[in-house]
Structures are given as C-alpha cells and as structure tokens.
C-alpha cells in the first residue's frame, strides 16, 4: 500500500514486480551515469579554453560516440525483453479468475467451480468506516491464494476500463468484445489494492 508523500514505487509483492524494480534502478543508473557525464562535459567545455580543437573533427571520436550509445540501448533493451516475455508467460495456472469491468463496479466469476461469482462495488465516501480508503474500499473483495499462479481474464461489458494492481505489477486492459489474459502470483500474504 502506499503512503502520503511517497516517492518510489510499491513494496514488490510479486516476482514480476520484484524485476520491474531492479530493471527501474538499472534504468535510472544508466540514466545517472549519462546525465553527470554530460553535466561534466558541459561544465569543462565553459571553464576551459579549448587548445586542441582538431580534436573533435578525430574520425575515432566519432566511431566512439556512435558506438557507446548503441551498446548503452542494448543493456536497456535485453532486460526489458526479459521482463515482457516474463509477464506474458502462463505457467499451468492453479486458478483462474474472469473480471468483467462494468461502469461502476467489477464481476468476479472463479470459472474454476460452478455458481460462484460476486460483483464488487466501491463503498461510497459517506459510508466508510475509519480507517478505510477513499475510492479503494470495495464491499466484496477478491481472495486469492498465495504462492500459485492465477490467470485473470479481463474483459468489459460496455467501456474501456483498467484493471491494475500496482503492487503485483499489474495493469490490464478491460476492453468489450476482447479477452484480455495475465497472471499473479502473490509471494506473501495481504490486502493489495487496485484501480
């Protein structure tokens, strides 16, 4: 859950949301290293005269720069590949779940077993107890097990809607006349919210 004033991201629940995390610090290093290398460069550049301007003109420079980038996109690309074909596979789900997205509330069916299904619906601001959340207190919750891979299939039954929760990793379209599927696996138990 989340708490005033925070800056980064959700406490990880998820193995998929544990290797957004590191992909995130391993962006924002790379992003770091670029950014004080330039400021560097540029603070150098206006405190310094230039004596060896025939430099910049040097055939190696050139091949340096257009090389270094390129390596630098790589070491972006290939985990961030990784990470994508990690959320889009579905190891032998031990549940699954169909989500259906209405105007103001979301349909649970366990497909699993027969007749049990809920609509979930937010408990209105003038209703809630102390303690509980504006616009994320719901009346019927969705109860998952821990540490087994779930299936979601989302789908809408009249507008676009988003079905995420942040502390997973999760964010699915709900689009009508389209079934949209991902999978959960809870490394720990707890109450996670979602919008």
């Given at each position: 859950?989340?708490?005033p004033m925070q800056?980064?991201f959700q406490?990880?629940?998820?193995?998929?949301?544990?290797e957004?995390?590191?992909?995130?610090?391993?962006?924002?290093?790379?992003?770091?290293l670029i950014?004080?290398l330039?400021?560097y460069?540029i603070?150098?550049?206006?405190?310094?005269?230039?004596t060896?301007t025939?430099?910049?003109?040097?055939q190696?420079?050139?091949?340096?720069?257009?090389?270094?980038?390129?390596?630098?996109?790589i070491?972006?690309?290939?985990?961030s590949?990784?990470i994508l074909?990690?959320?889009?596979?579905i190891?032998?789900?031990?549940?699954?779940?169909?989500t259906?997205?209405?105007?103001?509330?979301?349909?649970?069916?366990?497909?699993?077993?027969?007749?049990l299904?809920?609509?979930?619906?937010?408990i209105?601001?003038?209703?809630?107890?102390?303690?509980?959340?504006r616009l994320?207190e719901?009346d019927n919750?969705v109860?998952?097990?821990?540490?087994?891979?779930?299936?979601?299939?989302?789908?809408?039954e009249d507008?676009?809607h988003?079905?995420?929760?942040?502390?997973?990793?999760l964010?699915?379209?709900?689009?009508p006349g389209?079934?949209?599927?991902?999978?959960?696996m809870s490394?720990r138990?707890?109450?996670?919210y979602?919008?």
């Open positions: 859950m989340a708490y800056l980064g406490d990880a629940t998820s193995p998929i949301m544990e957004l995390l590191h992909f995130h610090d391993h962006t924002l290093m790379i992003v770091f950014s004080s330039v400021l460069i603070s150098l550049m206006l405190t310094t005269k230039l060896h025939s430099t910049m003109n040097a190696e420079v050139e091949t340096i720069w257009t090389i270094l980038p390129a390596i630098i996109l070491l972006i690309a290939l985990p590949l990784r074909y990690m959320m889009d596979e190891n032998n789900p031990s549940l699954t779940v169909k259906m997205g209405h105007q103001w509330y979301w349909s649970y069916e366990y497909t699993d077993y027969e007749d299904s809920f609509d979930s619906y937010m209105p601001t003038s209703e809630l107890k102390p303690g509980e959340l994320l719901v919750r109860v998952l097990p821990m540490e087994m891979t779930i299936r979601m299939l989302i789908s809408s507008v676009l988003s079905w995420a929760v942040p502390s997973l990793g964010k699915t379209d709900a689009i389209r079934l949209n599927q991902t999978t959960l490394t138990p707890g109450l996670y979602g919008q």
